[in-house]
Every structure is written in structure tokens, then in C-alpha cells.
């Protein structure tokens, strides 16, 4: 038996397909054999292809506009004749304290990041409820939707519903449409630099993820082959955390190394307050 993931004959959507993560994931999608649309507002400064040359398509669309999203998603079903895979990556937000933001911002950080991929996903589901293979939406999710998000309150907010959505929508639409969250940490891209500084900035940043590094798109993309493959065809509503591990509990720094000891027991004759104590530090 082999587990090759072979997404032939299939029509993939990528939003914010063009740059980042999202050019990962296209790519990913590509070389597993799919035919890969990425949607954005910008056409992408050089065609996103996979190693072997094949290229994605590209359709203008913002993702915040529900009247241009049915109008993108019907010229890809008359164009394509199908759809089987949408990832929903289009979102980001700017570092801004909750003190320096205004209601409407937040608001907009919301509506890119949760709203956008509600309003994506319907357009995507009319396209493959006439099918009757279905088809499979992934949502890209964040860290920052699991745990306090200083900084950028608002999209972590946001990456939170976006979960909890995905798990609706996998109750909802099953057994046609399988809908999954990919809970992405930090990725490495063309604009890192900007959020972690230059090459020494990036290193110690990698650091404090337990892998020692931070993640490449297409790495990220791979995931989302698997999910989007017959592979994963029982995984629905699911979170995935892709984030090398997650963030190393800074009490651990703060806490030093534990005093060593003159005597060493083991764990079935140690004595349980010994083994409480060394949960505690």
C-alpha cells in the first residue's frame, strides 16, 4: 500500500494564493497534481508554479466583497467545470495595541479574517454541492486563536471563531463537505522581517519554538495536500497544529534549571511528593 497523495483531475482555490503561506500552499497543491486557481486582489509579481513548471491561474477577487466572491466562484465553475478544494488563507492583520485601535479597524481585522472565509466558503459549497464527490475546504487558522494575542487582539479573536466555524460548517455540510482548521505558529516568508527583524532577529525567534525554527509555506502546503487527499477522507472537523511544537513556557527560563540531587529514585519507588514537586517547578 502507498500513501502518495495524488490530487489529479481536481480543482483547487487558494486565497491570498499569491505571496506567503498562501504561494506555499499553492504550490503544494500543484505538485500533488491539482489544478490550482489563487485568488487575491494584486495579480502575483511572477506566475506561483511547482518544480515541474505547472503554473496556477490567477482571479481578481476581494475576498470582502460577497458580490465579487459568487461572481470569482462562477467563472471558475464555468472555466473549471469543478471544484474540489478551497483553502481559505486570505487574512492578516497590523500590530496595534487594543489602547491605539478604534472600534472600526477592529472591525475590519474581523471581517477579513472571519467574515471574508464565511462568505468564501458559501460561494465554494454552491459550486460543490452539485457534485457528487463533494469537495473539501480548509481553513487557515492561527495560534494566535488559541492563547492571549497582544498586539493583535482582534485577529486572534477572529482566528478563534474561524475554528469554531470549521467545526460547524463540518456538522453542517457533512457528508458532502469535509471542512477542516490548520492551526498554523510562525512561518517564514518574504515579509518575516517585518514582524521579527533581520537574519539574527529570525534565528532567535526560531529559537523559542521547540523544533528550532520557524516554519516554511511549503510546509504548510503539504499539510493542506494531506488534508484535501483521499488520504485524509475520515477527517473532518478537525484543528491541526502546524507550529513546530508550540511556544516553550517561559516559566521554564524563569524558573532555571533544577537543583541536581545527591540520590536518584525511580518513578515506581519515588515517593508521590518528590513527583509533585518536580510537576511544580
Same mark, same amino acid.
Given at each position: 500500500?502507498?500513501?502518495?497523495?495524488?490530487?489529479?483531475?481536481?480543482?483547487?482555490?487558494?486565497?491570498?494564493?499569491?505571496?506567503?503561506?498562501? %504561494?506555499?500552499? @499553492?504550490?503544494?497543491?500543484?505538485?500533488?497534481?491539482?489544478?490550482?486557481?489563487?485568488?487575491?486582489?494584486?495579480?502575483?509579481?511572477?506566475?506561483?508554479? @511547482? %518544480?515541474?513548471?505547472?503554473?496556477?491561474?490567477?482571479?481578481?477577487?476581494?475576498?470582502?466583497?460577497? !458580490?465579487?466572491?459568487?461572481?470569482?466562484?462562477?467563472?471558475?465553475?464555468?472555466?473549471?467545470?469543478?471544484?474540489?478544494?478551497?483553502?481559505?488563507?486570505?487574512?492578516?492583520?497590523?500590530?496595534?495595541?487594543?489602547?491605539?485601535?478604534?472600534?472600526?479597524?477592529?472591525?475590519?481585522?474581523?471581517?477579513?479574517?472571519?467574515?471574508?472565509?464565511?462568505?468564501?466558503?458559501?460561494?465554494?459549497?454552491?459550486?460543490?454541492?452539485?457534485?457528487?464527490?463533494?469537495?473539501?475546504?480548509?481553513?487557515?487558522?492561527?495560534?494566535?486563536?488559541?492563547?492571549?494575542?497582544?498586539?493583535?487582539?482582534?485577529?486572534?479573536?477572529?482566528?478563534?471563531?474561524?475554528?469554531?466555524?470549521?467545526?460547524?460548517?463540518?456538522?453542517?455540510?457533512? /457528508?458532502?463537505?469535509?471542512?477542516?482548521?490548520?492551526?498554523?505558529?510562525?512561518?517564514?516568508?518574504?515579509?518575516?522581517?517585518?514582524?521579527?527583524?533581520?537574519?539574527?532577529?529570525?534565528?532567535?525567534?526560531?529559537?523559542?519554538?521547540?523544533?528550532?525554527?520557524?516554519?516554511?509555506? !511549503?510546509?504548510?502546503?503539504?499539510?493542506?495536500?494531506?488534508?484535501?487527499? !483521499?488520504?485524509? @477522507?475520515?477527517?473532518?472537523?478537525?484543528?491541526?497544529?502546524?507550529?513546530?511544537?508550540?511556544?516553550? /513556557?517561559?516559566?521554564?527560563?524563569?524558573?532555571?534549571?533544577?537543583? $541536581?540531587?545527591? $540520590?536518584?529514585?525511580?518513578? $515506581?519507588?519515588?515517593?508521590?511528593?518528590?513527583?509533585?514537586?518536580?510537576?511544580?517547578?
Amino acid at each position: 500500500m502507498t500513501l502518495g497523495i495524488d490530487l489529479a483531475g481536481r480543482v483547487a482555490v487558494v486565497t491570498g494564493g499569491t505571496r506567503g503561506v498562501g %504561494a506555499g500552499i @499553492a504550490r503544494a497543491l500543484l505538485a500533488a497534481g491539482a489544478e490550482v486557481v489563487a485568488c487575491a486582489r494584486r495579480p502575483p509579481e511572477r506566475p506561483v508554479a @511547482a %518544480a515541474d513548471g505547472c503554473a496556477a491561474a490567477f482571479e481578481p477577487v476581494d475576498v470582502r466583497d460577497p !458580490d465579487a466572491v459568487a461572481a470569482c466562484f462562477e467563472r471558475i465553475r464555468a472555466r473549471h467545470g469543478r471544484l474540489d478544494i478551497l483553502v481559505n488563507n486570505a487574512g492578516g492583520t497590523p500590530y496595534r495595541l487594543l489602547d491605539d485601535s478604534s472600534p472600526r479597524q477592529a472591525a475590519r481585522v474581523v471581517e477579513l479574517n472571519l467574515v471574508a472565509p464565511l462568505t468564501v466558503s458559501l460561494a465554494a459549497r454552491a459550486v460543490m454541492a452539485r457534485q457528487a464527490t463533494g469537495g473539501s475546504i480548509i481553513m487557515i487558522g492561527s495560534v494566535s486563536g488559541t492563547r492571549p494575542s497582544p498586539g493583535t487582539a482582534a485577529y486572534g479573536a477572529a482566528k478563534a471563531g474561524l475554528e469554531n466555524l470549521a467545526r460547524t460548517m463540518a456538522v453542517e455540510w457533512a /457528508p458532502h463537505i469535509r471542512v477542516n482548521t490548520l492551526v498554523v505558529g510562525m512561518v517564514r516568508t518574504e515579509l518575516s522581517h517585518l514582524h521579527y527583524g533581520d537574519g539574527p532577529g529570525l534565528a532567535a525567534v526560531g529559537r523559542t519554538v521547540p523544533l528550532g525554527r520557524l516554519a516554511t509555506p !511549503d510546509e504548510v502546503g503539504e499539510v493542506c495536500a494531506f488534508l484535501a487527499s !483521499d488520504r485524509s @477522507a475520515y477527517v473532518s472537523g478537525a484543528s491541526l497544529a502546524v507550529h513546530g511544537g508550540g511556544e516553550r /513556557p517561559s516559566f521554564l527560563e524563569a524558573a532555571g534549571p533544577p537543583p $541536581t540531587t545527591a $540520590t536518584t529514585t525511580t518513578a $515506581t519507588t519515588a515517593p508521590t511528593a518528590d513527583l509533585e514537586g518536580g510537576h511544580d517547578r
